[in-house]
């Protein structure tokens, strides 16, 4: 069978990829994977169709182990199909689209002038990123006259400088940077690495200057799961459907979001919410990024230390569960909604796009994974929510503290020779993946209370007394929460035993 290449399209797909060709390269995309593509590129390719764009992207990989997706999209014209399915509206929706937005792909560790030589394009007004956490970092690197830089921000600065001596410091030359690495303040972090660089490798303060005033930094938050390449037999049936095989095919949910720090006139250089996409452009990103710790991150903190404990393995069956899914709605809509200073409605909508992603027969997300760090992730995404509650007179709020009592019981652990390892509530054994130092305090406070026989209170005491795991002594602010938690810890192990 025949790869996707433009010579099977069809007529209509035919003509976009013509004009794709055709159209100069607007956009510099360092990062090839299955994110970009099915988030950004496909937002550019919803704006072509609807002829509110003009440009093309040239896309590149910010590491060398990169090179074969390049290859691999360079083979086929820049082209993959990408297939969204999911549930939308309570529905269950899938549509194939074969993505037209590459005018250009290729290796930047293997033609370095050709990268460099995008900055001298006047056409070039935007850079989008995705190289993950790890890749938006400063770590020192020498210059080397001719040799391509290994890190993104430190590419980024060399063609930044490349285009600033090109166009003698013009200020309407600036690009517009839109990473997507999960980093809070990620433009900002962006613009530190590239100024780090510059005084690293000696250039003049009048290009710092120019980086800092005419190049725009934006922070921005992104938010949809895309699946990347199918398992089991599902690419080589859609292969047989389709009539051509397509090695770079991805697939994602309907749900997406892009909320970006900046003025909507922006709309004028990407006109995405022009083409109906769920992108905002706000003045402050903190809402968009409270609500998604808070409700959807918070709501997967919530259930993964329950769920596991009573052998529930992904998060659609936690949520199809005849207790755990109630009681995660519940605890949502009742608790955590009222914690937070957003209007009630909104969240409560946003909250039902979560339970609907979580549903996603297409999405296997398993609650071990989610599971790693949990210590770290409960004292960022759920303690904010249930201390909103201690000192105010209220009765504690039963399904946060409920989620706290099956954490620190799936955090009941002890040392091994192959690492950390609990006990479900059925008596089945699993490891725990968490900071070695933390679980080796946890663990010797249970070790501790077993030797000496401690109530299940003073443990519990012992426990949220320990301010290297909560940056603060939840014993002394909550002096009621031991007893609380204790009361929720032994009725979870009663009813499983029943």
Not at 254 to 264: G, M, R, T, V
Not at 289 to 302: E, M, P, S
Not at 337 to 358: C, G
Not at 411 to 439: N, P, Q
Request: hydrophobic share 40%; glycine share 10%; charged share 25%.
């Amino acid at each position: 069978m025949n790869k996707l290449n433009r010579n099977g399209l069809t007529e209509e797909q035919r003509s976009l990829y013509e004009q794709t060709k055709q159209a100069p390269v607007t956009v510099l995309q360092i990062g090839e994977g299955n994110f970009l593509r099915g988030f950004f590129d496909w937002m550019l390719h919803e704006c072509r169709k609807r002829g509110l764009y003009e440009g093309s992207v040239a896309v590149t990989q910010p590491r060398p182990g990169g090179k074969p997706k390049i290859e691999a999209l360079a083979e086929q014209d820049g082209l993959y199909t990408l297939v969204i399915r999911g549930l939308e509206n309570g529905e269950s929706v899938q549509r194939t689209e074969v993505i037209s937005v590459f005018r250009e792909a290729f290796d930047p560790y293997s033609d370095w002038d050709r990268f460099l030589a995008l900055a001298e394009s006047a056409d070039l007004r935007v850079v989008v990123s995705n190289t993950t956490e790890a890749g938006l970092a400063y770590r020192p690197e020498e210059l080397a006259d001719g040799q391509p830089v290994q890190s993104f921000p430190g590419k980024l600065t060399q063609l930044l400088y490349r285009r600033y001596v090109h166009f003698k410091g013009d200020p309407a030359r600036g690009l517009i940077c839109l990473p997507c690495e999960l980093l809070e303040r990620n433009g900002d972090e962006l613009r530190s690495c590239v100024l780090r660089y510059s005084d690293d490798w000696g250039y003049p303060e009048a290009f710092k200057e120019w980086v800092a005033r005419h190049n725009r930094f934006l922070n921005s938050l992104v938010d949809r799961i895309v699946t990347g390449y199918p398992g089991g037999e599902q690419a080589e049936a859609w292969f047989g459907e389709w009539g051509y095989a397509d090695p770079m095919l991805s697939t994602a949910e309907p749900y997406h979001l892009w909320a970006i720090e900046a003025e909507p006139a922006l709309e004028e250089i990407l006109p995405l919410r022009k083409a109906g996409l769920n992108v905002h452009w706000v003045s402050d990103l903190k809402p968009f990024q409270l609500r998604k710790v808070r409700i959807l991150n918070g709501a997967h903190t919530l259930m993964t230390p329950i769920g596991l404990l009573h052998g529930i393995e992904q998060v659609r069956e936690a949520m199809e569960h005849g207790e755990l899914g109630p009681f995660v709605r519940g605890t949502v809509e009742r608790e955590i909604v009222p914690s937070l200073p957003i209007a009630e409605e909104e969240l409560k909508q946003y909250a039902a796009a979560v339970y609907e992603r979580f549903l996603n027969p297409f999405i296997r997300h398993r609650l071990s994974d989610i599971a790693m760090n949990s210590l770290s992730k409960f004292k960022v995404r759920l303690l904010p929510s249930l201390m909103h509650y201690a000192g105010g007179g209220e009765d504690a709020p039963q399904g946060l503290v409920r989620g706290f009592a099956g954490l620190l019981r799936y955090y009941k652990v002890k040392r091994t020779e192959a690492g950390f390892v609990g006990e479900t509530l059925g008596g089945a054994s699993y490891a725990v993946r968490d900071d070695a130092g933390l679980l080796e305090t946890i663990a010797g406070v249970w070790a501790q209370a077993e030797e000496r026989q401690w109530p299940l209170e003073a443990t519990i005491g012992k426990l949220l007394g320990l301010a290297s795991v909560w940056g603060r002594d939840l014993a002394a602010e909550w002096p009621e929460l031991p007893s609380i938690l204790s009361k929720n810890m032994t009725e979870m192990e009663r009813s499983a035993n029943e």
